[in-house]
């Protein structure tokens, strides 16, 4: 079945730091790839997405690239500041409004 | 305007009994999705509805039954609960004729002892 994976599972850095998170999707039929950002106790939140007719989409200090023949995609994060920290979902859907299947999360940790 | 809700936030159940999870979408979505997330993984999707009927399951038993209201909101029913039917279990909200984006839930935290 479709299948994501997420690397790494954990990422320290240090303040102003770039952070790059990757992800594999096996479904070649997917075409829409979000990512959500979760912080403790807290909902998923959507910080960036991307479809597939599109290699780059980038917002302010964050931007995801997409490589549809390795079927990679990966988050950017620059200049990275504390209260980047939080847990990152990557995930995959063979159309935008069908179900999403998530990575298995990164915890990235930025310090002071 | 209101996001999506969910209620309750936190329910204690013991191994067997029953469990309904509530779910009211963002204002003009009319689809929902749940989706169970356990500790330290990521979410796992359960199944959609749309216009009332279930759209997509995901690799849940039959245990785990849904229904959609004529105003959108969706309810989650776990029967003969199990102690890893524990998680946090997130709806979401979309509308295919708007946007891709699946809006989430607080959540809500479901134990199981």
């Known amino acids: 079945g479709e299948n994501v994976e997420q690397h790494p599972s954990t990422l320290s850095v240090q303040e102003g730091d770039s952070a790059v998170i990757k992800c594999t999707y096996s479904?070649?039929?997917?075409?829409?790839f979000p990512w959500y950002k979760q912080e403790l106790g807290k909902r998923p939140q959507l910080i960036i997405d991307?479809?597939?007719?599109?290699g780059e989409k980038k917002d302010q200090r964050i931007a995801v690239t997409l490589n549809k023949t390795a079927k990679h995609f990966s988050l950017h994060i620059t200049e990275t500041q504390p209260e980047d920290s939080a847990v990152y979902f990557c995930a995959a859907s063979s159309t935008g409004f069908q179900k999403l299947v998530f990575g298995t999360g990164t915890r990235l940790l930025v310090s002071p | 305007d209101a996001g999506v809700t969910q209620s309750p936030t936190h329910l204690i159940k013991t191994r067997g009994q029953q469990v309904t999870l509530r779910c009211s979408p963002k204002?003009?979505?009319?689809?929902v999705s749940w989706y169970q997330q356990a500790l330290g993984q990521g979410p796992q999707f359960i199944f959609q509805y749309y216009e009332e009927e279930e759209r997509q399951r995901g690799n849940f038993p039959d245990r785990f039954s849904g229904h959609q209201f004529p105003n959108y909101s969706s309810e989650l029913n776990v029967n003969a609960l199990l102690l890893g039917d524990s998680a946090l279990y997130l709806c979401a909200s979309s509308s295919p004729g708007q946007s891709y984006e699946q809006y989430f839930g607080p959540g809500t935290r479901l134990t199981v002892t």
């Open positions: 204002s003009g979505h009319d689809t």
């Open positions: 479904d070649s039929a997917s075409n829409y």
């Open positions: 991307i479809r597939s007719n599109v």
